[in-house]
């Protein structure tokens, strides 16, 4: 009988990824078991998955190692549902694997870099201890063991809601002050997947939340998401030198390679080496300056596939987006459904205050205080085009 039922599993997830029609009390099948996700990590801590979705069949799963986005299921033009986010398919691949990636995680204290590990805030403290990743010298994604790699207590108060929280110590990866830290998923009757960033401190610090989702619209990682046609709602982006460290200037898209302002298919410019950004960024990896203000009813950027029709709209309250094309993929995971991950198997669009502020004084500011609270929310709309 289990060997019957693993067939029929196994054939229903075959008919998702053909992109032929099935509803979604068929292809849901194929998702994550709780049951079979969950394990007990080597320090005794329970690893579970959590899910939320909509009466439309959207569903999002969880993970409370580093807050981490599992899958993500939503409709295709064919009438079925995918799964458009890389991930594992157990607890212990993301125990295993928690420090040296970063699919689906809560990303903290602070996104992207800040130069060889040291940060100087606006009252002249300065905090030279960060723990540094990149390079053996920069700080990246909040260090080593930055919140990507740290266990957050999960709360379920409905259906389509998830809260992860977390508290970090003073001086945690050399970051100054205890934190507090909330972040709430929620899915709505619209297919968004929305996520409500929330942080208060006792001793001045910086914070710069984001999500480090991989995303693939086709559903199926092993095609590389060269296909997919990408719109950014910014007219300029803050250069880096080739540590990928901004520089402080803020320069203009518009004749060069990073230019979306239109719709453009990704791979159509991404080995135009001849273009600095992209020599140094190994093609697209790059903080986009949005033209939205933090108007989080304004489209930020929106990217589609043509195979599957699925589109992802980005609404975001952030100054800026990372869109990074996956060029550091190199097929050393194995994920979800045994699938190697290679090189630009996914994308990021990741929302956040500029990379390096602490260090770049007329970059938005990123500091937060005590008495007060930091709040950030982005929402991801999926779409059906046919």
């Known amino acids: 009988m289990k060997a019957v039922n693993f067939i029929l599993i196994m054939?229903?997830?075959?008919?998702?990824?053909?992109?032929?029609?099935?509803?979604?009390?068929?292809?849901?099948?194929?998702?994550?078991?709780?049951?079979?996700?969950?394990?007990?990590?080597?320090?005794?801590?329970?690893?579970?998955?959590?899910?939320?979705?909509?009466?439309?069949?959207?569903?999002?799963?969880?993970?409370?190692?580093?807050?981490?986005?599992?899958?993500?299921?939503?409709?295709?033009?064919?009438?079925?549902?995918?799964?458009?986010?890389?991930?594992?398919?157990?607890?212990?691949?993301?125990?295993?694997?928690?420090?040296?990636?970063?699919?689906g995680a809560i990303i903290g204290r602070y996104g992207n870099r800040i130069e060889n590990a040291t940060m100087t805030l606006r009252n002249n403290a300065t905090y030279n201890k960060l723990r540094p990743n990149?390079?053996?010298?920069n700080t990246l994604h909040g260090g080593p063991r930055g919140f990507h790699a740290r266990y957050f207590n999960i709360e379920q108060p409905s259906g389509d809601t998830l809260v992860c929280k977390y508290k970090s110590a003073n001086m945690e990866e050399g970051f100054?002050?205890?934190?507090?830290?909330?972040?709430?998923?929620?899915?709505?009757?619209?297919n968004e997947l929305r996520i409500d960033y929330k942080a208060e401190t006792n001793v001045t610090s910086v914070c710069n939340l984001t999500n480090h989702s991989y995303f693939n619209?086709?559903?199926?990682?092993?095609?590389?998401i060269l296909d997919h046609i990408l719109y950014?709602?910014?007219?300029?982006y803050t250069p880096t030198n080739i540590e990928l460290i901004p520089t402080g200037k803020i320069d203009k898209v518009k004749g060069t390679p990073l230019d979306f302002t239109a719709p453009?298919?990704?791979?159509?410019?991404?080995?135009?080496?001849?273009?600095?950004?992209?020599?140094?960024?190994?093609?697209?990896?790059?903080?986009?300056?949005l033209n939205n203000s933090g108007n989080i009813n304004t489209l930020a950027a929106k990217v589609?596939?043509?195979?599957?029709?699925?589109?992802?709209?980005?609404?975001?309250?952030?100054?800026g987006i990372q869109f990074y094309s996956g060029n550091f993929l190199d097929g050393t995971n194995i994920g979800k459904n045994g699938i190697s991950y290679e090189r630009r198997a996914a994308l990021c669009l990741e929302t956040?205050?500029?990379?390096?502020?602490?260090?770049?004084?007329?970059?938005?500011?990123?500091?937060?205080?005590?008495g007060e609270t930091y709040r950030t929310t982005t929402i991801y709309k999926f779409t059906v085009n046919d």
């Not at 990149?134 to 010298?137: G, I, L, Q, S, V």
């Not at 619209?217 to 590389?224: A, E, H, R």
Request: charged share 25%; proline share 5%.
């Open 11 to 103: 054939a229903a997830f075959m008919i998702v990824s053909c992109g032929d029609k099935k509803d979604a009390r068929i292809t849901a099948s194929a998702r994550l078991s709780s049951a079979k996700f969950q394990a007990t990590s080597d320090d005794g801590r329970i690893m579970g998955l959590y899910t939320i979705r909509n009466e439309l069949g959207m569903e999002v799963a969880v993970t409370n190692i580093g807050g981490r986005i599992v899958s993500i299921w939503v409709p295709d033009k064919d009438g079925g549902f995918r799964d458009v986010v890389l991930g594992f398919d157990n607890a212990k691949d993301y125990e295993r694997y928690a420090v040296s990636t970063n699919f």
């Open 264 to 289: 453009t298919v990704i791979g159509e410019r991404i080995e135009d080496v001849s273009f600095e950004a992209i020599k140094f960024g190994k093609g697209y990896d790059h903080n986009y300056v």
């Open 304 to 319: 589609s596939c043509p195979s599957t029709g699925i589109g992802m709209e980005v609404y975001t309250t952030e100054p």
């Open 232 to 236: 950014i709602n910014a007219d300029a």
């Open 176 to 190: 100054p002050g205890e934190m507090l830290v909330t972040v709430t998923y929620s899915v709505s009757k619209d």
């Open 134 to 137: 990149d390079n053996a010298k």
């Open 352 to 370: 956040q205050h500029f990379p390096n502020s602490p260090n770049i004084r007329h970059f938005p500011n990123t500091e937060i205080y005590p």
């Open 217 to 224: 619209l086709s559903g199926d990682p092993k095609n590389t």
